[in-house]
C-alpha cells in the first residue's frame, strides 16, 4: 500500500501547523498506523525544539548532500512514530522541485502508511504536488488568517493537489468567524475544529506532545476525530 503523504501548511506563519503535525502524527500512530512526521520547514524549524531531539542527518542532507532519507530517521519512542528532522538553511528558496521529488520519491520506498509533512508557512518553497495524498491548510478562525488561507487552497486547487481546511485555535473570542461562516464565505468544508487551548502552550515549554500528555482533552480528541478522518480519507482514495 502507498504511503498516504499529508502536507500542513498555511499562507500566515504561527497558525499552529508544527502543533498539529506532531501531534496529529502520533495519533495516527496511537490508531496503529506506520508513521514518519517529516519537517521540511527550513526558513523556521520547530519539530527539534518542541520535541527536544537532535539528529546527526536533518532534511537539508537529504536534499542538499543526497544522503538518503532512511540514514536521517530517528526514532521518537513517546510517540511512537519516526522523524526526519529539518535546519534552518538559506539556500532553501535556490532548491529545484526537482531535488524536492527526487528525495521526496525515495521516502515514499520506506514504506510507511503515514507521512505527515511539516512545512514553512507561504508556498515560496518548490512543492512537488505529485508527492502529497492531501494538503492541510490550518487556519485561525479569524477574518484575516481565513482569507489568506483560502488564496493557498485555491492554489492548491490550480495545482492539482487535494486540500482540506483545519480551523486551529478555535475559542471564544467575540472577533472569530463561526465555522457555519467560514464555510459560507468560502465554499469550503471544514475538515476539523481545533479548539484553543492552554495546554498547548504548556506542552512546548515542557517539551512533551499535548496529545502525550492528556489524551482526553479537548484538544487531543479533536486532534484524534482529524487522524480518523484522515484514516478514512486514506482508505477512500486507495479505492
Ligand atoms: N490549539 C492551540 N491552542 C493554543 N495554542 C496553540 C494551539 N496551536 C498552536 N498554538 C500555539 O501557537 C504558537 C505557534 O504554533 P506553531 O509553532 O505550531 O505554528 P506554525 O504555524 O508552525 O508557525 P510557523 O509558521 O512559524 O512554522 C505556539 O506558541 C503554540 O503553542
Ligand atoms: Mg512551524
Same mark, same amino acid.
Given at each position: 500500500m502507498p504511503s498516504f503523504v499529508i502536507r500542513v501548511s498555511s499562507? +500566515?506563519?504561527?497558525?499552529?501547523k508544527s502543533v498539529i503535525a506532531i501531534n496529529l502524527a502520533i495519533a495516527l500512530a496511537s490508531l496503529g498506523k506506520r508513521v514518519l512526521l517529516i519537517d521540511t520547514d527550513a526558513v523556521s524549524p520547530s519539530i527539534s525544539s518542541y520535541l527536544n531531539v537532535t539528529a546527526k542527518k536533518t532534511y537539508y542532507d537529504i536534499l $542538499?548532500?543526497? $544522503?538518503? +532519507?532512511k540514514d536521517a530517521v530517528i526514532r521518537y519512542k513517546p510517540g511512537n512514530i519516526d522523524l526526519i528532522l529539518s535546519e534552518p538553511f538559506p539556500i532553501a528558496y535556490k532548491l529545484s522541485k526537482t531535488q524536492v521529488e527526487t528525495a521526496g520519491k525515495e521516502g515514499l520506498k520506506l514504506g510507511y502508511d503515514f507521512i505527515v509533512a511539516d512545512t514553512p508557512k507561504g508556498i515560496f518553497f518548490p512543492v512537488a504536488a505529485e508527492l502529497y495524498s492531501t494538503a492541510l491548510v490550518v487556519s485561525t478562525p479569524f477574518y484575516n488568517s481565513i482569507m489568506n488561507n483560502f488564496e493557498l487552497h485555491k492554489w492548491y486547487r490550480k495545482s492539482k493537489i487535494r486540500c482540506n481546511f483545519v480551523l486551529n485555535k478555535f475559542g471564544r473570542s467575540a472577533n472569530q468567524m463561526s465555522k457555519k461562516d467560514i464555510e459560507a464565505k468560502t465554499g469550503e468544508k471544514i475538515l476539523a475544529v481545533i479548539p484553543e487551548d492552554l495546554g498547548v502552550e504548556l506542552s512546548i515549554f515542557k517539551k512533551k506532545p499535548a496529545f502525550l500528555i492528556n489524551r482526553n482533552s479537548k484538544f487531543s480528541m479533536s486532534i484524534l476525530r482529524l487522524a480518523k478522518s484522515l484514516l478514512k480519507l486514506s482508505k477512500a482514495q486507495e479505492k
Open positions: 499562507l +500566515p506563519g504561527g497558525v499552529g $542538499v548532500n543526497k $544522503v538518503p +532519507p
